[in-house]
């Protein structure tokens, strides 16, 4: 089995268990991890949260190797990009200080916070 099949076997098991561990949810029906999930959370838990995050970025990111899709097609290679440089802690931290700063925007998405205050700027310094 090749490396991309492996991947790609790998990706469906990952999908089929977050499917079955949801409860069979719909799309309207799947949390969407905002700035008060966040800040309610335990340090453990922001990790595994970030950490699930990267997960999926690394595979997306091997699994294209040699034919990666046009940043039209994805976000995925804009996001390791912009991201490059940060570690699991720098990007809980800022996440913890810009939420702490910012405490009248708690129902801002993480995903967003993460995209337009730490990849944006990445990608901009790296230009």
Partial sequence: MTT????????????????MASGMASADEVPLVTGKQ??????????????GIANVVQVDVAYHAGNVPPDTQTIV?????????HTLDSVRDGLDRWYAAHPDRL???????????????GLQGKK
């Fill in 4 to 19: 991309r099949q492996k991947l790609r076997a790998w990706t469906t098991v990952a999908c089929m268990a977050l499917t």
């Fill in 38 to 51: 966040w800040t309610e959370s335990t340090e453990q838990m922001k990790k595994a949260y970030l950490v």
């Fill in 77 to 85: 290679p804009r996001l390791a990009r912009g991201l490059k440089g």
């Fill in 107 to 121: 129902q801002r998405p993480v995903l967003e916070t993460i995209w337009f205050e730490m990849v944006v700027p």
